[in-house]
T-cell receptor, first 112, second 112 residues
């Protein structure tokens, strides 16, 4: 069974540009989560999808972040326009039961 | 007070010894607790979950939970160099979506 995959693995963009991160969850997992780890801090929750619906987006930093989950399959997280403080590692996780979550390898975003 | 606290380390343990990792949490109603292992540049990997007071053993790993003291620990017996990683304590919310709150992680190094 394939695990959670994320693309790209690394992205370096300039301040003010747009970046879109993609996550493909484990097949059959209805729950999809986005988390972020900025340098020196703990991993923090961003939002949670159940199928295509946003269940909880309380962790989204501001309206420069937009997450979508097309047809309840893969998800994208767009940052527009990117700021320096958006740099970090963005993790996606999926879960069948909303209890045990399985993480992808992350996308390291660097905003210069 | 942080919601989930861990000693960031680094913690150095000789090969073959017992490594002890500790975590405290602030929410008294928390019911589930997870330990993730993260190798450098890799995804967090779920290695242990514990839901009841007491000990739970899985191979060389033992999780210990004391809800009265709001304390959860992970013991690694017969430590191996391959156990060198960052260990993350995670506690899900109790509001139905199970978003995880992480500690900052403890960096463990096993010395051959």
């Amino acid at each position: 069974e394939a695990g959670v995959t994320q693309f790209p693995s690394h992205s370096v963009i300039e301040k003010g540009q747009t970046v879109t991160l993609r996550c493909d969850p484990i097949s059959g997992h209805d729950n999809l989560y986005w988390y972020r780890r900025v340098m020196g801090k703990e991993i923090k929750f961003l939002l949670h999808f159940v199928k295509e619906s946003k269940q909880d987006e309380s962790g989204m930093p501001n309206n420069r972040f937009l997450a979508e989950r097309t047809g309840g399959t893969y998800s994208t997280l767009k940052v527009q326009p990117a700021e320096l403080e958006d740099s970090g590692v963005y993790f996606c996780a999926s879960s069948q039961t909303a209890i045990e979550q399985y993480f992808g390898p992350g996308t390291r975003l660097t905003v210069t | 007070q942080k919601e989930v606290e861990q000693n960031s380390g680094p913690l150095s343990v000789p090969e073959g010894a017992i490594a002890s990792l500790n975590c405290t949490y602030s929410d008294r109603v928390s019911q589930s607790f997870f330990w993730y292992r993260q190798y450098s540049g890799k995804s967090p990997e779920l290695i242990m979950s514990i839901y009841s007071n007491g000990d739970k053993e899985d191979g060389r790993f033992t999780a210990q939970l004391n809800k009265a003291s709001q304390y959860v620990s992970l013991l690694i017996r017969d430590s191996q160099p391959s156990d060198s990683a960052t260990y993350l304590c995670a506690v899900p919310s109790n509001f139905g979506n199970e978003k995880l709150t992480f500690g900052t992680g403890t960096r463990l190094t096993i010395i051959p």
